[in-house]
């Protein structure tokens, strides 16, 4: 893996070339997992406390029909659902992973195209990512391992036009983009501020062996819940830090501290809410 956002944290010295996780070239040696989500329909029921049937009815109504075999063939067990998959990226010995003796850090992301790849600053997205592969890489250097997973999981789940029909409502309405309105904008343009599912996200981090996070690299209630409850214990949680957040991002960010995303600031009340503003629309960063 080359990243030009590493070849600065070795510039200042926040990484050391190594050899075995960081090349005398700047690269990180990284084991790459490729996985795609397959359901066995009856252990999923029953995860969930529900009936067999009607888990098959709801994600046949759910889908617009398009998988008529979910009613008429229940001898067909396994549903490969129409949702994105996923890539863990394991920075150290995958063998460290389940060795409880060895730390683990660890993120799980979910996909932020125009903040990962054409490096929007309306929110906290890419600096994030990019702060927990440093943060892999030195656990892995420690002796440790360090794991990122990244779900195709695009605006919340509910998909890049829907994401950005709301950041042009936040930029646009009356009075600005402010934190206190962050959820609202989504909630008018989307029906609901989020579409994620977490409850089946730990499988994979199941399958890895993973059995306690000493560093995990997010402020998401929801996915540390979820983690928590499917009885991986974790240790540390790890905000972004200050100086890493870009310019445009603390709307989204004081919007999801303040609606319960892990802090070790102070919690953003109503009336700071309406303070914290990002630019106009017409507005040019200087």
Known sequence: MKLAEID???ERGFLRRDGEIVTQGGELKVVKVAS?????????????GIGESTLRRALFEDTG????????????KVFLPPIGGLTVYIFGDPAHIPDPSKR???????ECNGSDVFGSDICTCKPYLIYSIEECARE????????????R?????????TKYLVYNARKRQEGGDTAANYFKRTEFVAGVKDMRFQALMPDILHWLGVKR????????????????D??????????????????????????????????????PTGDMLKEVKGRNWDEIAH
Do not use: C
């Open 213 to 228: 996070i000493d560093r995990f690299i997010s402020m998401s209630n929801m996915k540390y819940q979820a983690i928590v």
């Open 153 to 161: 999981k695009e605006g919340r789940a509910l998909g890049e036009v």
């Open 230 to 267: 499917s009885g991986i214990e974790i240790i540390e949680r790890v905000s972004i830090p200050e100086d890493r957040m870009p310019a445009d991002s603390k709307v989204e960010i004081e919007a999801k501290i303040a609606d319960g995303y892990f802090t070790t600031g102070d919690v």
């Open 8 to 10: 600065e944290a070795i």
């Open 65 to 76: 029909g398009m998988y008529p075999e979910l009613i008429t063939r229940p001898d067909l």
């Open 140 to 151: 892995a250097q420690n002796g440790g391992v360090g794991v990122v997973v990244y779900f």
């Open 104 to 110: 683990l850090t660890m993120r799980v992301h979910d």
């Open 36 to 48: 795609e989500p397959v359901w066995y329909l009856p252990g999923v029921a029953k995860r969930f």
